[in-house]
């Protein structure tokens, strides 16, 4: 199979963009890392069994599918219109609603604790060729900046961090943004802004890396950054985008910051 760069048409920012990259921000699911959501439901609904069974109600298998497809559906509502995440604790209470379920604060409390804590069960494999690309991109360029900016949910930064430390990917990376910690998620200016100033950087000096259109291009873009969609992590065709590049392998990235940063001469190759 043939590596592709596309390159998209030029923008208004794109034309911007010209300077030496200095900073790479990265999503981690379905960029950084493989997302298991799936891996973790049948988890994740016998914690809220367990919750539900304290507080005397015993849901069936189909409650349960209704009850966190309901609080999936908040999520979105709240994450697409507030550019805000809602965490374990909030997303657990809008299961119980569902369920007509009062939860006690110490079962609440036990249920929240779990939910966070089960991607570490399970966790999530690193994108394939993602720690030899910040290994290689460190190499060309030694003073490069590396951070991440990632919506949360069930499972907060403060796991996701644990996850990076113990695959040997946390040290790559000068700073971290997690939604839940910040109160704000993509696309908001916030989570760019606060990630930009973090690593004393400019906008247009920085390449930010994700997967999903609406939040980390569309934020990108908004902040003045260098959007790539990465499509790697999705098992779906993207028809039209509005990134400067879209690229199927995370190693890409190395022939765009060499090219930006005056290592390669010439134009991109388009198969």
């Not at 959501?37 to 988890?43: G, P």
């Not at 965490?87 to 079962?107: N, Y």
């Not at 890396?209 to 950054?225: K, P, Q, S, Y």
Request: hydrophobic share 45%; glycine share 6%; charged share 25%.
């Amino acid at each position: 199979m043939v590596n592709i760069i596309w390159r998209c048409e030029m923008t208004v920012n794109s034309l911007m963009n010209t300077r030496p990259v200095r900073a790479v921000t990265f999503d981690f699911w379905s960029t950084l890392y493989h997302d298991n959501e799936r891996e973790l439901f049948d988890r994740r609904c016998q914690i809220v069994i367990e919750m539900a069974r304290i507080n005397g109600v015993e849901p069936d298998f189909s409650e349960l599918e209704r009850a966190f497809e309901h609080s999936f559906l908040l999520f979105r509502e709240e994450w697409l219109k507030n550019h805000r995440t809602l965490d374990s604790r909030e997303l657990l209470l809008a299961i119980a609603r569902q369920l007509q379920i009062i939860p006690d604060e110490e079962s609440l409390g036990l249920a929240v604790s779990l939910m966070e804590e089960a991607t570490l069960q399970k966790p999530p494999k690193p994108m394939e060729k993602a720690l030899e690309t910040l290994q290689a991109l460190k190499e060309m360029v030694p003073d490069i900046r590396f951070a991440v900016i990632s919506d949360t949910g069930f499972t907060p930064g403060r796991t996701l961090r644990k996850i990076m430390e113990s695959d040997g990917l946390d040290g790559f990376f000068r700073h971290m943004t997690f939604s839940d910690e910040l109160r704000a998620s993509k696309p908001s200016s916030k989570a760019f802004g606060t990630t930009l100033e973090a690593l004393s950087v400019s906008a247009d000096e920085t390449i930010h890396v994700g997967d999903i259109e609406m939040t980390d291009i569309r934020g990108a873009l908004d902040a003045g950054m260098t959007a790539v969609l990465f499509t790697g992590g999705k098992m779906r065709v993207f028809a039209s985008s509005d990134a400067h590049y879209i690229i199927p392998s995370l190693d890409l990235l190395m022939e765009i910051i060499a090219r930006r940063n005056g290592l390669l001469k010439g134009d991109f190759a388009i198969y």
